[in-house]
């Protein structure tokens, strides 16, 4: 994917700058776009059939073409390592195009594999508690091992626990932004978006330096849900954004899982909700794949990665009795420390040295608030089983 001729982009950059500078004009292609019909002539003529489609757009398009913001955002395309796909370009992702409002034009940083098309959506919570994190990168881990490309929005919250579950899997992650695709929001997540970009793709259909404005990210929503085969919330309040994507995946007739919570939980409100009125309630990774036709899973198969669990073989490891001893006490639920001292009747300055090394280890994972779970258990067993 490179940028060496832009030629015949030059029309659809102008469209999608014309969009952003007249809303009314974003409307009407909106309405247009919208019937698959109208789809299905564009994909036959281009642009053609949208300037025949869409009232005065000729015109427009003409203007755009020779104002200084088209010529900026021609000469950022071809200085950057960024690629525009347009909705006539045969890697413009297929299950995007046939949503009811597909963007025209996507920017993409990273590349876009054959296996983005086996996708599921991960969304919820800015805000997740411990179950809620755990809950994120284990299914995001575990769809990434089996094939599957995680998609989400670079948000805090479950969308960075996302993208980190299937980066750490060794999978593919997409990205989605609000924003401009130079713009890094928030900016705290630069590395995860760096690392997305050279294990996966970052996607925006906003011209460079677009601000992540609020208003943006309900457009960005259908975006995330239209690249998927499925979207699956983990976490969402009564009125979270989360349940405006699960919406959304439900108009492009797309599968909606959820995963349940507690019902005096704020964060389980949403969740539980769409669970009532009829998602599919996500215990475990096969909850999930069991939805998918049998040639979807097929096709999975092929991209399907190494078990974290047996990425490295376990008899190599060795540990002292006191780290088996601190791995033992731990569950697949959050502890916390100080309830790993009393269990132990370590000091506290051992245990959290042990758990330390048991973290870069990969045995353990932690959570903010000094709570721990154990990463992976058969290897625990293992361990103390030899000990």
Known sequence: MHNAGLTDTLPWIALNLACATWPALHKELT????????????????????????QGLGEKLAA?????????????????????????DSLYPQLLRWIPSPPPVLYVRGTLQPQSQLAVAVVGSRKPSHY??????????????????????LARGIDSLAHEGALRASGQTLAVLGSGINVIYPPENRRLYERIGEQGAVLSEFPFDTKPDRWNFPRRNRIISGLALGTLVIEATAHSGSLHTARHAL???????????????PNSQGTNELIKSGAKL?????DILEEFPAAVRHSAQQYQTPAVSSASPQTSVTLSAQEAQILALLQAEETHIDTLIHASQLPAQVVASILVMLELRGLVQQFPGKFFTCRRRETAET???RK
């Open 132 to 153: 809620g994190q755990m809950m994120a990168q284990r299914l995001s881990a575990a769809l990434a091992q089996h094939g599957y490309t995680v998609v989400s929005g």
């Open 31 to 54: 309405r247009y776009l919208a019937e698959p019909e109208h789809r299905d002539g564009i994909l036959r003529e281009g642009m053609q059939a949208l300037e025949a489609g869409v």
């Open 251 to 265: 108009e492009q007739g797309r599968e909606v899982f959820a995963v349940p919570g507690r019902i005096d939980a």
């Open 282 to 286: 996500v215990a475990e990774i096969n």
């Open 383 to 385: 361990i103390d089983e």
């Open 64 to 88: 755009m073409q020779r104002s200084r913001a088209f010529a900026a955002e021609v000469e950022r395309l071809q200085t950057s390592q960024v690629t525009l796909l347009t909705l006539v």
